[in-house]
């Protein structure tokens, strides 16, 4: 018994000293550009984008304000732990997302003196704000290229507190006021932009009639057009509460932790997102947990309560829009439900666009004494003070703009010993994209007798559960990057991890087949872009091949059921959430269907069984078929790189068809297609040696085969590698390295010799074909520095400028599981 006991002592002190390095591993100071906590899908997914929680407003991916506020009361003190106090505005002009109001507009240019307060006003036309396309709700459609409006407006007083211009332009727009210009901004705004007034934009209003007036030029893609004024309010002082001090920040694959002093007590506050991929059952649950852990810090005993504020603006496209929320018990939780009253399910597609329809909800189990009720965004804060609450006149329910749906949970008498409770925050969002005119549920929906209620339910009773599997796919995550590339490396995947998983939504089709839908975020919008699956795709290969799968079957469907007819892979099948086909305006040939035959090639090899590839044979021996004639030399289209224009002679878009034909013959042995495999790897070994002549620029491989005094990152190679086809020797791998290690600037390799801009999906997997460990991290490390240090406060952007690390475009986009390129790459090898 005395040795029983002494060997349980030693496995003991191993656990601890392995439980100790893991918390040493995941416990160091957590730094990202914007910090992920609550990321489901496109329209779930809200951040934070400064490095103190309660130094901002949390916020949806897109920019927009979607607060969570989070008081703590210690005895009777309060401090402010989550979310920032949102300023108030008085509107002197408002914007069409306060209210739509009457503006005179010309689509031809009216003329000088346009803007003046004299100008004749009879051959002006009148609309509602705002101006624009169908993105969203525009008052007045406007899709040309020049747009002139003007709006009279009265002042009896010039207005004491600050002003500010906001504004809502695609693409330049010219402001000016009674005359005088005072904004003249390039490019799209994307959203409502707040501009402060100063001294010499003040001094152009007038006591009387004034006029506001703008110019819009569309340069091009969508347009819209909004503009107004308003009066910065001072804060109200009962919602004004001390912060806390935020003394450790934490990120983890699926948790975002923070822990705060709050006078004699410490919160540790724990967002946790089950983005559990060999789980899909609870990767489709639309369920995340905000926990709250407290203990005294001084040996005394504290009174304590937390009061969390979660906005209806969670469940509209814009703040206007009217709500209604509700309180009630269901299957021992007390929950609160908000969804706009108008439910426009599935009426909007764009890139920068909220969900409007379904509900939001947050419950609590009953048996946390919690109290729930609604107000309105002004009165919430206070209410937690007061001890009051506001539900309506109807019991339970409530209407207006902006509510808040509160909850008080009270921990008691607390002291050293940790108390831990959690409230649930999840979305229903009923019907989750539009697939060949059929409106298709959410994937847990597919469940019969589903509920969301259901949904909450089991989140609570399966906590303990969830929480160890986050802990598990957390440790995975870290050690996988870790012994791949190195603690930076394996920080960064952690930060690609949930952006890239929240990037899509799992649905069924009405076949019954998983289908895993992109969304475009920060572009154009499209859903299910192949060139977005294919840098995403190493995450998946990883982890579920499955869900790599799900991103491939619609655009398998979309050529096999001959609704897309052309002899090449579709770029995309429509605008998110409504897949109907393809929108974007050009094809990419070689670029899609390249990508679908390396990933299906990938699919197979990782699962080491065909069937994925028998499954759709003939689908990719036409798209075989068509590399072969047309892919060694493209003709001038676009590539994945779109942004960077069209590009004849492509040495990289070349690579990618070398390694298609190459990964479509190792695809046919596999099936037994001897002949077939023969041939087509003789074709890509051909390729292989033309294109190491035709693109030799002497100490490294050009970007175009016709002027080799350029270059470019050929990171399509990396599948060569990868898959082990060896079409490419060393020697060209080794000369590509060489050359881009004495190209980098402080945050990165350049995608090629055109621009300093990179993409920093492909850096990674440009040194994932490094054969050094010490090359990898030559090239990985200025990428882990610009995420470390970049001012672009927005999830994870893949494009930016490698001189001072600044976002180009894009942000919050699923490529970023490219970054796990190199942990696939090491796996491959096994």
Known sequence: MKYFSRQRAVRFFFLLIFVAAALKTFSQEAHAPAYPLITHNPYFSIWSGTDQLNASATRHWTGKDQPMIGLIRVDNQYYRFMGALAPRYKSIVPTGDELPSKWQYQDQYPGDGWEGQFYPENNW?????????????????????????????????????????????????????????????????????????????????????????????????????????????????????????QIHTELTATQTIYTFKCGGIDLKLTFSSPLIMQDLTLLSNPASYLSFEVSSNDEAMHQVSVF????????????????????YISNGQSVLKVGTTAQPV????????????????????????????????????SSFKRGTNTVGKQAGILKGKSLMLNT?????????????????????????????????????????????????????????????????????????????????????????????????QLVKSPDGEMLFLSKENFSNGSINTVDITYPSAPLYLLYNPDLLKGMMNGIFYYSESGKWTKPFAAHDLGTYPIANGQTYGE?????????????????????????????????????????????????????????????AHNANLSVKAIVAIGAYARMADMLGEKETAARYQKLAAEMAANWMLKADAGDHYALVFDNLNTWSQKYNMVWD????????????????????????????LPLDSRKTYTKSDWIIWTATMADKRVDFKALAEPVFNYAMETSSRVPLSDWHETKDGKMVGFQARSVVGGYFMKVLADKMKK
């Open 125 to 245: 036309k009148t609309g509602l704000s705002p101006f624009g396309d169908s993105r969203a709700d525009a008052g007045t459609s406007w899709t040309g290229k020049d747009l002139w409006i003007r709006r009279k407006f009265q002042l009896t007083a010039i207005p004491k507190g600050p002003l500010v211009l906001k504004l809502y332009q695609d693409d330049d727009a010219q402001v000016l006021l009674n005359g005088k210009e005072i904004a003249n901004r390039k490019g799209a705004t994307g959203n409502y932009v707040i501009i402060p007034f100063d001294e010499n934009m003040k001094s152009a209003l007038k006591v009387g009639e004034n006029i506001l007036a703008v110019h819009c030029l569309n340069t091009g893609g969508g347009a819209w057009l909004d503009a107004g004024i308003s009066e910065k309010m001072a804060d109200n002082p009962a919602d004004v509460f001390p912060a806390a001090e």
């Open 721 to 748: 590698k990868v898959l082990g086809l060896n079409l490419f020797p060393q020697q060209v791998y080794d000369r590509e390295i060489r050359y881009y290690l004495n190209r980098q600037n402080a945050y990165g």
């Open 408 to 504: 008080v949970i009270p921990f008691g008498n607390v002291g050293a010993e940790a108390e831990s409770k959690f409230i649930v925050i999840g979305y229903d969002d009923l019907y989750s994209v539009q697939y060949f005119n059929t409106n298709l549920k959410p994937m847990w929906r597919n469940v019969p007798g589903a509920t969301m209620e259901g949904v909450l339910r089991d989140a609570a009773a399966s906590y303990t559960s969830v929480m160890d599997k986050c802990h598990s796919t957390d440790t995975l995550i870290y050690n996988d990057a870790l012994n791949a590339g190195g603690e930076h490396y394996a920080r960064l995947c952690i930060l690609a991890y949930r952006q890239s998983i929240a990037g899509h």
């Open 346 to 381: 599935l009426k909007k597609k764009g890139d920068d666009l909220r969900i409007d329809w379904g509900y939001l909800y947050v419950s609590v189990p009953s048996g946390a004494n919690a109290k729930q009720y609604i107000t309105s965004a002004d009165n919430a804060l």
């Open 308 to 327: 969390t504020g979660i906005s209806s603006d969670l469940a509209v496209n814009q703040s206007s829009q009217e709500v209604q929320a509700s309180a």
């Open 587 to 647: 094809d990419m040939p070689v670029e899609e269907s390249g990508n679908m035959i390396i990933l299906t090639a990938a699919i197979v090899t990782a699962e080491k069984n065909p069937e994925y590839a028998r499954k759709h044979w003939k689908t990719l021996t036409v798209w075989n078929d068509y590399l072969a004639k047309a892919g060694f030399d493209p003709e001038n289209q676009l590539c994945t790189d779109d942004f960077a224009g069209h590009l």
